[in-house]
């Protein structure tokens, strides 16, 4: 009576193996297609040049086709909605600032998406501090004298962005709300066209990615006044931060990061996971984000959660002294 007993348990225990088997024979032959990559910014950018190296690495890891999709739009929203609606395989991806994550659930009234509702975690790929910088033709030399003449002349200076929400504006709104000034906001469709009018004279100043104004910086097309983090970089080493030229404690910077559509298995997540954080180790792929002013942080998921939590509470301070919201 005993043995259809031990019968039955032996072919139960005997397809648990078989499934077990199939789920990591699955995980294994990830991919098994072309991956893409949604940059949801125009080409050129800090985010952008993080996607197309981790493209090129994670191809060579994975020996498959791994591309660069540029969707810019919505500070990022539109590259973001394109990959929550994408199938939830694990062959797309986002790589994405920080600002799409945090600042855009607090600006936007029909954003369309919720970070942490719609997308799963995998990893922070690298952080820049941003850099206060001028037209050469603005009569600033350092950050106090900038301070100085906004006051002198309030609602005359303009400062670009990469787009209303954006990182760079929000970090404009915090310097005026700290240094007391008015300086009026003019959003662009990405960091390339508004560096071109900030060297052309069109606009005044702006706050933007190291990697994306150090070229200009160097070349002395543009002049710069501060670095937002509280250490300064010594890519430009001579630069002061914000914190010690003229307003302690100001601390701000950009980060990076890849995320997947919410319901990608935990396996494939997992995968992925590995898979990023290996190509930021790669010392080739170090070695060219550090050359563009770019820090590494492959953290990893958990540590990405978090740090979307803490900065969302944090920023909202800033947005709500503005009265900052966007239909």
């Known amino acids: ?13 005997g397809l648990l193996v078989i499934a077990a088997s199939t789920t990591a024979l699955r995980a294994q032959d990830f991919p098994d297609r072309q ?13 952008d040049i993080i996607a197309r190296l981790l493209a090129k690495k994670l191809g060579e890891t994975w020996r498959q086709p791994v591309v660069v999709d540029n969707r810019p739009g919505a500070n990022g929203g539109i590259g973001v909605n394109a990959v929550v609606r994408a199938p939830a395989d694990g062959h797309t991806l986002l790589a994405i600032a920080s600002s799409a994550l945090v600042l855009n659930p607090l600006l936007y009234r029909n954003l369309g998406y919720e970070t942490l509702r719609d997308l799963a975690p995998i990893t922070r790929t690298g952080f820049v501090p941003n850099v206060i910088v001028v037209n050469p033709a603005v009569p600033a030399a350092d950050l106090k004298a900038l301070i100085a003449l906004a006051k002198a002349r309030p609602g005359t200076l303009n400062f670009a962005s990469q787009g209303i929400g954006s990182n760079g504006h929000l970090t404009g709104l915090m310097f005026a709300q700290r ?8 959003p662009y469709k990405g960091s390339m066209p ?3 009018d900030l060297v052309g004279g069109q606009v005044q100043l702006m706050f933007d990615n190291l990697p994306t104004v150090l070229e200009q910086v160097r070349a002395g097309q543009l002049r710069a006044l501060a670095v937002t983090t509280t250490r300064r970089t010594p890519l430009l080493p001579d630069v002061p931060t914000v914190d010690e030229a003229a307003l302690p404690g100001f601390d701000s910077s950009a980060w990076f990061a ?6 990608t298995p935990e396996r494939l997540r997992a995968a992925i996971e590995q898979a990023v954080v290996g190509a930021l180790n790669d010392p080739e792929v170090r070695q060219k984000l550090a050359a563009a002013g770019i820090s590494v ?8 959660a978090r740090r979307i939590e803490v900065e969302t509470a944090a920023w909202k301070d800033v947005i709500g002294k503005a009265g900052l919201k966007i239909d």
């Open 1 to 13: 009576m005993m043995k259809p007993k031990r019968s039955a348990a032996a072919a139960l225990a």
């Open 35 to 47: 991956v893409t990559i949604v940059s949801p910014y125009q080409a050129g950018g800090t985010s």
């Open 179 to 186: 240094a007391g000034v008015d300086i009026v906001h003019i």
């Open 194 to 196: 508004a560096v071109t």
């Open 258 to 263: 890849v995320l997947v559509a919410k319901g």
């Open 297 to 304: 942080t492959g953290e990893g998921s958990a540590e990405l």
